[in-house]
């Protein structure tokens, strides 16, 4: 694709404009780190342009703090106080999500899981962001806590702009095929391979 030039021009009946203009199932998955920054980079671009950012975070646990949640949140502030940018939820799965009335278990992770794919389902249905980020999303689905065959069905379904990027390992087939653009991190290196972990202000 040289130069953003497009190789197959489809016959599909849309205009250029219309057709540049669709909203986008994005799939970052792979072995490899990286695949939450760069959709969280994606996000930003969005947040820049005034939209909607909803953010669902799946299986990490409420005591993860990461610094794209706290920019985020602060990016959500922003837009509260001076109208830039776009307005932010960012809810996580490990410590409740927040528009249930009880707390976060970590009993019946499935049961969580379902209830935070039903809720995402609802605001996609209400056309409530414009980017939504389902953060390690592919994990539910390969567990079998969410199906696969409705998720691929809502995405397909979805109205207006509605830009959802989707992280994790794994992801399976009828999601990639489900997709308009799916990225593999493949790892070539890593600290860790010579003994150094993780640290601030890169892995979280």
Not at 48 to 62: E, L
Not at 70 to 80: D, E, I, K
Not at 145 to 165: N, T
């Amino acid at each position: 694709m040289p130069q953003g030039q497009v190789t197959t021009v489809p016959d599909d009946g849309l205009t250029t404009r219309q057709r540049r203009n669709r909203s986008l199932v994005v799939v970052h998955t792979g072995e490899m780190k990286g695949k939450s920054t760069a959709a969280f980079g994606l996000a930003l671009r969005g947040w820049s342009q005034g939209w909607s950012i909803g953010v669902f975070q799946f299986v990490k646990s409420a005591k993860w703090k990461v610094g794209e949640e706290a920019a985020f949140r602060a990016l959500g502030r922003v837009h509260a106080e001076t109208g830039e940018g776009g307005p932010v939820e960012w809810h996580k799965m490990g410590e409740g999500w927040s528009w249930t009335r009880k707390k976060g278990s970590e009993d019946d992770h499935a049961a969580a899981a379902a209830e935070g794919w039903a809720e995402i389902r609802r605001r996609i249905e209400a056309q409530v962001h414009n980017v939504y980020v389902l953060d390690e999303f592919t994990y539910p689905i390969k567990w079998g806590w969410v199906d696969v065959a409705e998720v691929v069905e809502v995405l397909r379904a979805r109205q207006g702009r509605q830009h959802v990027i989707i992280t994790g390992r794994d992801a399976v087939p009828d999601l990639v095929e489900a997709a308009d653009l799916v990225m593999q991190t493949t790892k070539i290196k890593h600290p860790m391979d010579a003994g150094q972990k993780g640290q601030r202000g890169i892995e979280w």
